[in-house]
């Protein structure tokens, strides 16, 4: 899988809307391959990236239903809840290790670096940093019980470079650069659970852990 990452010249504002500029001129990516059986609830997941010298800028829209948001903090456990996930290595190198950035539908984090998948090194990032990682999102943060009837939602946050290069080598993102990317949608302890993936993982059982699947991020 191919992702091109288009340079901004003006970041967005930053306020969660997938229609406005710059994102309503960047294509989409679609998050739709299945781990394991094929789940009852399949929402589409599309997501848009893109840079500038500052920062990688991301926003997420999901069609759901079943939506859940329970982890008040950051760095619970928010794969539990309805969320969509970023997990890359900056650098063309996925031996090098990786960012994984999971952020529930109300706008909460869990941000680590692992150099291993499933190791017990893995760098947790202290809260005081991941507030640097400015979000926006169009629900509340807090849904108990879940909404079970149709809707979508947004997430959209904004990751400084310089925060990276404070856990691992860092290719700067210019033209022709590559990073190694998935980008993944997961509700594991909702109603309807289900785990999807960008670029494809070929495992019976869900596993988002799994760099050498990483797909291409080449930046423009």
């Known amino acids: 899988m191919l992702c091109k990452v288009k340079r901004l010249v003006d970041p967005p504002k930053g306020d969660a809307d997938w229609n406005k500029s710059p994102w309503k001129d960047i294509p989409s990516e679609l998050i739709q391959n299945y781990m394991g059986k094929k789940p009852d609830h399949l929402p589409k997941a599309e997501v848009k990236i893109a840079y500038d010298d500052t920062s990688i800028y991301v926003i997420f829209r999901v069609e759901d239903r079943y939506v859940r948001a329970v982890a008040a903090e950051h760095q619970d456990n928010v794969c539990t809840d309805s969320c969509v996930e970023f997990f890359f290595t900056p650098d063309p190198d996925v031996s090098k290790g990786y960012f994984n950035i999971e952020m529930n539908c109300g706008g909460t984090m869990l941000f680590h670096f692992q150099s291993i998948p499933w190791k017990k090194d893995k760098i947790v990032i202290p809260k005081s940093e991941c507030n640097k990682i400015k979000c926006t999102h169009s629900l509340p943060r807090i849904i108990d019980p879940e909404i079970e009837e149709p809707i979508i939602w947004t997430v959209e946050y ?61 930046f423009e």
């Open 158 to 218: 904004n990751i400084p470079i310089s925060l990276l290069k404070k856990y691992c080598k860092v290719t700067t993102p210019e033209e022709k650069s590559i990073w190694r990317a998935n980008f993944y949608k997961c509700a594991d302890k909702t109603s309807h659970p289900h785990w999807l993936t960008w670029s494809p993982i070929d495992l019976p059982k869900p596993n988002f852990h799994v760099p050498q699947s990483f797909g291409i991020l080449e």
